[in-house]
């Protein structure tokens, strides 16, 4: 069982930025393949970034270049930095694990374990 915490979600305005946090438990945390997604009012989750242990990462065409993810394997924690926000951004942020395989993917079945997930608002 993997328990995923979040932290860092607030509001700002549109051109801020935020970090996020997610906290893992597990001892095998370095090979987890840890993602972020997101869900708006009235729309589907969907893919932000993941990030495995290489360490690999993979964005959405949305956040690219402007969102980046990053591990602490010694911390058990993965970061989602977020520059120029959008307030299309504005969405409940998720943190997910996959342990059985190191492949990322864009799919949120893929990923058994999930956090509560932090608000993100972002004012225009």
């Known amino acids: 069982q993997v328990q995923l915490v979040e932290s860092g979600g607030g509001l700002v305005q549109a051109g801020d930025s935020l970090r996020l946090s997610c906290a893992a438990s597990?001892?095998?945390?370095?090979?987890?393949?840890m993602g972020w997604f997101r869900q708006a009012p009235g729309k589907e989750r969907e893919f932000v970034a993941a990030i495995i242990r290489s360490p690999t990462t993979y964005y959405a065409d949305s956040v690219k270049g402007r969102f980046t993810i990053s591990r602490d394997n010694a911390e058990n924690t993965v970061y989602l930095q977020m520059n120029s926000l959008k307030a299309e951004d504005t969405a409940v942020y998720y943190c997910?694990?996959?342990?059985?395989?190191?492949?990322?993917?864009?799919?949120?079945?893929?990923?058994?374990?999930w956090g509560q997930g932090t608000q993100v608002t972002v004012s225009s």
């Open positions: 997910a694990a996959r342990i059985d395989r190191p492949v990322i993917t864009v799919t949120p079945s893929a990923y058994p374990y």
């Open positions: 597990g001892r095998t945390f370095s090979t987890y393949v």
